[in-house]
């Protein structure tokens, strides 16, 4: 018998933190602009110490003013993603749940540019937008994925795929009819990019993404009862509807927060959650802090790839976890299926 | 033992004192409960009101036919229905109105496991036992350990310690979440059906090792089952129902009377008494 302490946890988040910043690192140096590993690691330090001018202006501005924002934008929206992917899986009871699977970030999309419409120059107002429609998406899916009362895990992804195909021909009437107001374009909502930098400054999304991971780790020890069955965890005490709701507006808002800045980028939530229960077990309390972290290393990886691959040319990040992320959606439905 | 509805009350009077049986552990006072119409996972259902305590070291045997009302009044005694009207009283204090968590300390309800949504260990599985007693974000600690150990250990379930939850029989799964149960400590033991996926072997073996646990741990233990012969040769007392009515009360020696099981369960039976003292039912020959 060997319990998780909290011990375990800083380690394993610690050794994490450790290879994000390694994959940071690399990112940072691929690109167009070629920059060795010494140059970028001494401009790191130059400015961690506050010795701005001993940098050169062409490395700063490849670095601070277009790699570090774009790789902070992944880290962020990677970590909202897979956050909310682990939270949907515990309170849909679904092992398949995630934003994108099941539309909350095709709603989330649609609610950031229906508002981009009614109030396109109110600070904020993707944000809210895509909360409100990742919220009502999510309540939508959890109420027509009910049968006889309970959940029901083949109607609930049915439920969501439906609402996911519904809400991109939304999307599409929208950016069709509406063209040339809308600035990013369909591709953005539909696969998620991040080239486009924010409207809004990156500081107050980290303090929301920081808040709400606060929130949702409250709620960590109840979802591990929760997910060996609601009323067996009402039994032990469990108060099960405040969990539930906790982990839907927490749920929510990563994924609007995401999907505000970064498009509907699919799989993120699905891929993390399951590589790190396979690494690390299935305790919330450690997988809520690895997917976070998780999903920011893998966002970083495959924003990287996107720009570089087909360079001069950018892919979609979109497309990039969506040709990694579908396969392992069959293979768990399979598995599943067996 | 008061049985029946003979001793009427209403939720408008003032509950009797416990302190004046102080052995009665657990005591049901005219508790019935009605499913309204609107509640569409429920079938319209009524529990007629129901009387009965239990004292420390009982086994109590809720017994009945399909929908006779006898997963209602356990969840009753569960305190996760309010009584429509009546009470359920633990060591004093209405199950209903108890904390969640203070709640989960003092009664435990093992029901028919459900699907784990994903893999767990048997020793993670009944740690979780140990959740009522920690704060809000809570790590196991060596004394949850254990426990936790001791509740394998009492359930002979020590082997299996290491092993994945889904790979485990029938019997042992039913070891398992037995201790679980065991981990939180309780003083009330409900179990809804326990018997149900064991073979003949594993039910005998499941109530001789509730007996000796009400015994040993000074428990309260009752048990929803369709075992008509393993109740009477376990129990102390016998709870039958039939159609949301609580029929008979007593010993088994005092419920199992041909005419009333035969009315019960509608099949032809008959009851012969044992050297033990103890009833046993046989299958009659049809009328």
Redesign the interface.
């Known amino acids: 018998?060997r319990?998780?302490?909290?011990r375990r946890i800083v380690l394993i988040s610690g050794l994490l933190c450790v290879a994000l910043f390694g994959v940071v690192v690399l990112a940072l140096r691929m690109g167009a602009y070629p920059i060795s590993l010494r140059d970028i690691v001494f401009t790191l330090c130059r400015e961690a110490l506050g010795r701005r001018d001993e940098i050169s202006s062409e490395f700063w501005l490849v670095i601070f003013g277009l790699r570090l924002p774009r790789i902070a934008l992944a880290i962020l929206v990677g970590g909202a993603l897979a956050t909310a992917g682990a939270g949907f899986?515990?309170l849909l009871?679904?092992?398949l749940a995630d934003p994108y699977v099941l539309g909350l970030s095709s709603g989330a999309a649609l609610g950031a540019m229906l508002s981009l419409v009614l109030a396109p120059h109110t600070v904020g107002v993707i944000q809210a937008g895509a909360f409100v429609g990742a919220a009502a998406t999510t309540a939508t899916v959890y109420f027509l994925g009910r049968r006889?009362?309970?959940l029901d895990s083949p109607t609930l992804l049915l439920a969501g795929i439906i609402s996911a195909s519904f809400l991109s021909a939304a999307i599409m009437f929208l950016g069709t009819t509406l063209s040339g107001r809308d600035q990013r374009g369909m591709v953005f909502w539909l696969m998620g990019d991040l080239a486009t930098p924010p409207s809004i400054d990156l500081k107050w999304l980290y303090f929301v993404l920081l808040v709400t991971l606060g929130c949702i780790?409250?709620t960590?020890?109840?979802l591990?009862?929760i997910?060996?069955?609601e009323?067996?965890a009402?039994?032990?005490?469990?108060?099960v509807n405040r969990v539930k709701m906790v982990v839907y507006v927490a749920g929510s808002l990563l994924t609007g927060l995401a999907v505000s800045v970064g498009g509907a980028i699919g799989y993120v939530g699905l891929l993390v959650p399951h590589t790190m229960?396979m690494l690390f077990g299935?305790?919330y309390?450690l997988l809520i802090p690895t997917s976070a972290i998780g999903g920011a290393i893998i966002l970083v990886v495959a924003d990287t790839l996107a720009r570089t691959v087909v360079a001069p040319t950018e892919l979609p990040v979109g497309a990039m976890t969506a040709l990694a992320g579908a396969p392992v959606f069959i293979y768990l439905m399979r598995r599943r299926v067996r | 033992m008061s049985a029946g509805p003979g001793n009427g009350t209403s939720l408008s009077q003032k509950p009797v004192p416990f302190a004046a049986n102080p052995g009665v552990r657990l005591k049901v006072e005219q508790a019935s409960y009605a499913y309204q119409a609107t509640d569409?996972?429920a079938p319209k259902f009524t529990l007629g009101p129901a009387s009965f305590e239990a004292e420390q070291r009982e086994l109590v045997a809720i017994l009945g036919p399909n929908a006779s009302g006898k997963s209602t009044l356990l969840k009753l005694l569960?305190g996760?229905l309010k009584p429509l009207s009546g009470r359920v009283e633990l060591d004093g204090s209405e199950v209903s109105a108890l904390h969640?968590?203070?709640?989960?300390?003092r009664i435990?309800?093992v029901?028919q496991?459900?699907?784990?949504?994903?893999?767990?260990r048997v020793?993670?599985?009944v740690?979780?036992?140990r959740?009522?007693y920690?704060r809000?974000?809570?790590?196991?600690s060596e004394e949850?350990?254990l426990l936790?150990?001791n509740a394998l250990a009492q359930v002979g379930a020590d082997a299996l310690?290491d092993r994945w939850m889904d790979r485990l029989s029938g019997g042992e799964k039913q070891r398992v979440i037995l201790a679980r149960a065991l981990a939180?400590q309780p003083a009330l033991l409900l179990l809804d059906e326990p018997t149900q996926h064991l073979d003949i072997g594993g039910k005998v073996e499941l109530l001789r090792r509730l007996r000796r646990m009400a015994d040993e741990n000074r428990y309260t233990v009752i048990v929803v089952t369709h075992e008509l012969n393993l109740a009477a040769e376990f129990a102390d007392r016998i709870v039958l129902l039939h159609k949301g009515k609580s029929l008979r009360i007593g010993t088994p020696g005092e419920v199992y009377e041909r005419q009333l099981l035969e009315e019960v369960f509608e099949a032809p039976l008959e009851v012969e008494l044992r050297t033990s003292g103890r009833p046993r039912v046989i299958l009659g020959s049809s009328h």
Do not use: I
């Open positions: 018998m319990p998780l302490t909290p899986q515990a009871r679904n092992p006889g009362g309970q780790y409250t960590a020890s109840d591990n009862l997910l060996t069955g009323q067996e009402r039994h032990l005490g469990v108060n229960r299935t305790d309390r | 569409r996972s569960a996760l969640l968590r203070t709640r989960a300390q435990a309800l029901q496991e459900s699907e784990l949504l994903f893999p767990l020793w993670e599985y740690l979780q036992g959740y009522p920690g809000r974000l809570r790590f196991e949850d350990c936790a150990g310690r939180q």
